[in-house]
């Protein structure tokens, strides 16, 4: 139960520490015609299709458990790794991921936060340590913004319920870390 408690409470918080599941230029985003414009919803539309094809292989491969991706199409090793039970180290899940390599979006293992980002994720962690969670560790660059596997409290009784209400305290700090957040 512990960890359908941290699913919805991150749901609403954070989804993702700083990686976006967008393509890069050399991705294969929705083309426009000649003579016609390309609409953002269409990107939106087929970047979420091509995740929702890399999140069915790798259940299809092993992990049962893996996320669709959200609405706009995001999808992050740092959302499955914060928002799930999943244990992303796990022999089956790093399988699975070598197998759908090829389906996987860009972003998905990781980014590195820009300096400004970073110097947000600094503030956001002390934030949330001055909200109660004196264990917070300060993430790296490419850390995700909040891994509950580096935070000891958080599987001691009543040790989510204060960090989730300090995480609603220090969102503003999320967000400027680059952390999509479900609306």
């Known amino acids: 139960m512990r960890r359908e408690t941290w699913v919805a409470a991150l749901a609403m918080v954070v989804v993702s520490a700083g990686c976006g599941g967008t393509r890069s230029s050399g991705g294969n985003d ?10 953002g919803v269409n990107s939106t539309a087929t970047t979420r299709a091509e ?5 069915e292989c790798m259940r299809a491969n092993g992990v049962g458990a893996f ?3 959200d609405a706009s199409g995001a999808l ?8 799930s039970s999943l244990d992303t180290n796990s022999a089956a899940f790093k399988r699975a ?8 979006p860009s972003g998905f293992t990781g980014n590195q936060r820009s300096p400004q980002e970073q110097k947000a994720a ?13 264990d917070f560790p300060d993430p790296s660059k490419t850390d995700p913004l909040v ?11 009543g040790g989510l319920t204060i960090l989730n209400a300090a995480m609603r305290k220090c969102g ?6 680059g952390v999509r957040g479900s609306k």
């Not at 600094?122 to 004196?134: H, K, P, S, T, Y």
């Open 30 to 39: 929705t083309a426009a015609t000649p003579g016609t414009v390309s609409s």
């Open 51 to 55: 995740a929702v094809k890399f999140a």
């Open 67 to 69: 996320p669709d991706p």
């Open 76 to 83: 992050t090793i740092d959302a499955v790794a914060n928002g």
């Open 97 to 104: 991921l070598s197998a759908c390599k090829d389906l996987e």
């Open 122 to 134: 600094l503030a956001f962690a002390q934030c949330i340590r001055d909200n109660g969670v004196r």
């Open 147 to 157: 891994d509950t596997n580096r935070i000891p409290s958080a599987a001691t009784p």
């Open 172 to 177: 503003q700090y999320a967000a400027a870390a």
